[in-house]
């Protein structure tokens, strides 16, 4: 795989600092790096509406849903659900073995997960490394969105080691969620906006504030 050089990736960055979410997965996935983009998601509000605009742009594009760990009843529901909605087709797993492993001139691409609710503490996080997953792409959709970003910190567009990595929603408030999410009748994940009682159970009858999704 070819470097993003620096060169390449301030024309993106240049090129894509006034467009739109949508015009700039377009841009992305069609113009720039086409059969080079892949996605990582998750089931958040936030990662939801990336997700809707993948799905008018290019369904078949490759999405890696990530989470720490077991996979909850609600969860699973939701994201069929979604795939099914959305009309994904190709849909894959982080390969796992060699994730930690970092290319020769590259970074360690990682996405930072929610790995449980502990009652004392609130959130653990968890590092999720994908490299060996991201290998072979040139640019990465970074759209899992367990943790609020700085937008001060981060641009839309930068580059990563040898990828593109892409926020589209980094300037996005929780207003603009909620708008886009109502004006598209999109479903939350059905735990994402209420109290976590914490005498609940999931179905399987494990304590939800293990829960993460």
């Not at 841009?27 to 990582?40: A, M, R």
């Not at 078949?60 to 996979?71: E, R, S």
């Not at 943790?147 to 926020?167: F, M, T």
């Amino acid at each position: 795989m070819m470097e993003c050089d620096t060169i390449e990736c301030a024309d993106v960055k240049e090129a894509c600092q006034e467009l739109p979410c949508t015009r700039l997965l377009e841009f992305l996935i069609h113009d720039k790096f086409p059969g080079q983009v892949i996605v990582t998601a998750s089931l958040r509000a936030r990662s939801i509406i990336v997700q809707h605009m993948l799905a008018e742009i290019e369904p078949n594009i490759p999405i890696v849903y990530c989470n720490a760990g077991k996979v909850f009843p609600e969860s699973a529901e939701y994201q069929d659900n979604m795939i099914k909605r959305l009309g994904f087709t190709n849909v894959q797993s982080p390969v796992g073995q060699g994730e930690v492993q970092i290319a020769p001139g590259d970074h360690d691409h990682i996405e930072w997960v929610k790995a449980r609710y502990d009652r004392n503490h609130g959130a653990t996080q968890e590092a999720m490394h994908l490299n060996a997953t991201l290998s072979g792409y040139k640019c990465w959709i970074s759209a899992v969105y367990h943790y609020d970003q700085d937008s001060a910190a981060r641009s839309r567009v930068e580059r990563e080691g040898l990828l593109l990595r892409v926020n589209p929603l980094l300037d996005w408030d929780q207003d603009r969620v909620s708008d886009y999410m109502t004006e598209f009748e999109l479903p939350y994940h059905r735990l994402a906006k209420v109290p976590v009682d914490m005498n609940k159970k999931h179905g399987d009858g494990t304590d939800v504030m293990t829960f993460a999704f």
